[in-house]
């Protein structure tokens, strides 16, 4: 027989468990004292991080750079971005549906698309291009940020018309939760439960965009030698990731779009998007390499010092440039 107080030991055990999970509100008196300031865990947790930062590579030659520079975009793409993807949807064929055409009448005319990014999901885009061509042109992938209105945002109509009046094609391609795709149920943040699927997000946000880069090098009006890529904010993030790690992208001009681990830990604030910090994306490099990746084709880093939105000169240029 037990002895009398391992019984009411027992009783009065099993009585604080049930108190403690019917009735939480008990345990909020205790849970709510500081036990170390806020601060102080972000400054630990930011030393930490910072101190294992991987440094920039140092190559003695350019033969030496080529070759890493081939084996950071293979582990990129292969072992993070496309990690649990199906190699049949990464190697698809860029399929594009043109809805029809529309003449302007004032130097340009665009195109309605529509395309598939992986079976089951589709995206818009335009394509705008010169009136007249003579030849080949030039082609750019217009990206954007996290504007609601996406492709009908006027500043990103004029930018495109102004290309195409320069004599260059223009892709303008849709962004997952902006323009006509801005419905709750592709709100960026959904990007946490492909991981829990085993498929990194990065690899969605990739094929995104690089499906208009293999459009554009298809078309019988661009030549394929001469593509570039711009955006800003958000498009600036796409234009460094997109253009580090496609080859085809010859010419790159980011604005205010991704800054180093190093800022990016001291102004968190900068990457409080999902695709921004993917699973893996900072495992054993940083936001420093794709910039590094660029080399030598021509690349304008735009970060201007009054942005009201991020990644702002001082905070990312030592990092980002100048220590390059």
């Known amino acids: ?15 604080l468990v049930l ?80 809805l029809g055409v529309f003449e302007t009448g004032h130097g340009y005319r665009w195109h309605k698309l529509r395309f598939e990014i992986v079976p089951g999901f589709n995206s818009t885009a335009i394509l705008y291009e010169p009136e007249h061509l003579a030849g080949r042109a030039p082609a750019i992938i217009n990206v954007n940020g996290h504007d609601p209105l996406g492709n009908a945002a006027e500043y990103k109509q004029k930018r495109a018309i102004n290309f195409a009046k320069r004599g260059i094609v223009v892709l303008n391609l849709e962004w997952m939760g902006c323009g006509e795709l801005h419905q709750p149920e592709n709100a960026h943040d959904f990007g946490v439960h492909l991981d829990l699927v085993g498929a990194n997000e990065l690899g969605l946000f990739f094929l995104a965009m690089r499906r208009g880069v293999d459009y554009l090098a298809t078309l019988p009006q ?27 992208i010859k010419v790159a001009v980011e604005v205010a779009g991704f800054g180093s681990l190093e800022s990016n830990l001291t102004h968190p604030v900068d990457t409080d998007e999902i695709e921004e910090d993917p699973t893996d994306f900072d495992a054993g490099f940083d936001y420093t390499i794709l910039t590094a990746l660029r080399a030598p084709r021509p690349t304008l880093l735009i970060h201007n010092a009054e942005d009201t939105c991020c990644f702002r000169a001082d905070l990312v240029k030592p990092y980002i440039y100048t220590n390059i």
């Open 19 to 98: 108190k403690a999970q019917t009735r939480p509100n008990d345990l909020k008196p205790m849970l709510e004292q500081e036990i170390q300031p806020v601060s102080v865990v972000a400054y630990q947790l930011s030393q930490y991080l910072t101190a294992r930062i991987p440094k920039l590579p140092s190559p003695s030659s350019a033969e030496q750079w080529t070759s890493e520079q081939k084996r950071w975009r293979a582990h990129i793409l292969k072992d993070i971005a496309f990690h649990g993807w199906p190699r049949a949807w990464v190697d698809a064929e860029p399929k594009f549906e043109d």
């Open 222 to 248: 661009v030549d394929p030698a001469r593509l570039g890529v711009t955006g800003l904010s958000g498009g600036g993030w796409q234009t460094i990731v997109l253009s580090a790690l496609d080859e085809r």
């Open 1 to 15: 027989m037990r002895s009398k107080p391992l019984v009411v030991a027992a009783v009065l055990a099993g009585s």
